[in-house]
């Protein structure tokens, strides 16, 4: 409705001497304003012609103040009113403002006086208006993402995302076993979903099961249920995963960590569809979608004896190839835009932006921890930057392409030194990758979780962990 900080603005008033005034204020303010000395004349052009403000006197010819307040309210409730009343009618300011006028000013006032209300009135329409702006934006980004550039939340315009959305529409038509390849953080469970949404079993359930993160009997206890009494603590009947999932999907994220004596038993279920509970002996028929995922060479740990073969052939019916975010560096600015306009609503930072500096930063690092630490590099930053504006400096160290070079000493080939500081950028990258989890960074790094603490403090990294 306006540009450039200009509002439309009507005064009515029908003293001369005081419209006049009036609008020398406003005018001073570096506003136009149109005036009128007749209420039923300002209602005939507000209806034609929305007006930001309009400043009106209560008592006027033709309409008085307070019912040209509440038919203008009826015709464009954004219109903000600021009515003028006499000395000493507090009530009938009170009367106004209840009646949705944004406020009110007694005669007699100073030009000081009107100038500060005005101001307080035009601040609170740029404010609305720029959260409007920002609202159609991320709208806007949305629909785009949505029809454009994503499949569900999965974001990316180049060519290998694209011919893994293809892949995603080809294989939700059937039930054949999917397995998703892919680094830590690539997106692999966010596939998982979008095929689950696009197949025939959308309005059943999507049941996630981490096989890496539960021990074996745990495992096997959350994949295929338990009766009570089948261990120490199995106080009732348990369903299992695979129950759950009954005429749905079930997704078997990192797969490659199933225990072999559990892959045995799994191996049977994809073969038959059927199981017993642990301690049972009831067999149980399910019909579900298995969908698996692992960011480990399946094969090698074939190899390796780690895992088995024949369930290797089961899962691998469908393969899908999540590429790491270093391998399609084109899609950083769109699933940048894509978090900030998420994170502008989660952390309520209406105005939040990203300038170029730190854009270029984010395209140059190689992200070994993929579009799951953008996205918390990007939070972070968006937490602790000034301004609702994140730039180069807002951003960990640690975001920046370096070439191996760049790791040697410039005093010499100190050996000590190089080792220190090639391990001091690893553990920044696994604890950036793990989310600050010890465990998890340790893992990653094939230490123990002590020998990571130690690190930690030795490196004066303790502020990384949480």
């Not at 454009?148 to 039930?175: C, H, L, Q, W």
Request: hydrophobic letters at 40%; proline letters at 3%.
């Amino acid at each position: 409705m306006s540009s450039s900080n200009q509002y439309n603005i009507l005064i009515v008033e029908d003293s001369d001497t005081l419209r006049e005034g009036i609008v020398r204020v406003i005018e001073k303010m570096g506003q136009r304003a149109q005036h009128l000395s007749d209420g039923s004349q300002a209602l005939s052009l507000a209806q034609k012609n929305p007006f930001h403000l309009i400043v009106t006197d209560y008592k006027l010819p033709g309409l008085d103040g307070i019912s040209l307040l509440q038919k203008v309210k009826e015709i464009a409730p954004e219109t903000e009113v600021l009515v003028i009343t006499a000395f000493g009618t507090i009530e009938l300011a009170v009367d106004a403002v209840q009646k949705g006028a944004a406020d009110f000013i007694a005669k007699p006032f100073s030009p000081e006086e009107l100038t500060l209300k005005v101001k307080k009135i035009l601040e609170r329409i740029k404010e609305r208006e720029e959260l409007s702006r920002i609202s159609e934006e991320n709208v806007y980004l949305r629909d785009q993402f949505e029809s454009e550039f994503n499949f569900g939340e999965i974001v990316g315009n180049s060519p290998v995302m694209k011919e893994v959305y293809r892949t995603i529409e080809k294989v939700a038509k059937g039930d054949s076993s999917v397995i998703i390849y892919g680094e830590s953080g690539t997106g692999k469970e966010l596939v998982a979903r979008a095929i689950h949404k696009a197949s025939s079993r959308s309005e059943r359930a999507f049941i996630r099961v981490n096989c890496g993160a539960l021990a074996e009997g745990v495992l096997e206890s959350e994949l295929f249920g338990h009766e009570r009494g089948a261990f120490t603590g199995a106080l009732k009947r348990k369903k299992g995963r695979f129950e759950l999932a009954h005429q749905g999907t079930i997704f078997l994220d990192e797969i490659g960590d199933i225990p072999l004596q559990t892959q045995v038993k799994l191996l049977r279920v994809l073969q038959e569809m059927e199981f017993e509970r642990v301690g049972g002996e009831e067999t149980l028929q399910v019909d579900v979608r298995i969908i698996a995922a692992t960011n480990k060479n399946l094969k090698a740990e074939i190899e390796k004896g780690q895992f088995r073969e024949d369930l290797y052939y089961r899962l691998h019916i469908i393969p899908i190839h999540l590429p790491p975010l270093r391998e399609r560096k084109q899609d950083i600015p769109l699933l940048t835009d894509f978090f900030v306009a998420k994170i502008r609503q989660d952390l309520k930072l209406p105005n939040l932006t990203i300038d170029d500096g730190a854009m270029e930063k984010l395209r140059a690092y190689s992200w070994p921890g993929n579009v799951r630490e953008l996205e918390n590099v990007l939070e972070r930053a968006a937490v602790l930057c000034d301004e609702e504006r994140i730039r180069a400096k807002d951003l960990p160290l640690m975001v920046e392409q370096r070439e191996a070079a760049d790791f040697l000493p410039t005093n010499g080939l100190d050996l000590n030194q190089t080792l220190e500081s090639v391990e001091r950028k690893l553990i920044e990258k696994a604890m950036a990758e793990a989310d600050g989890i010890k465990t998890d960074a340790a893992k990653r790094l094939g230490i123990k979780t002590s020998a990571l603490y130690y690190k930690l403090e030795k490196y004066g990294l303790l502020k990384l962990a949480r």
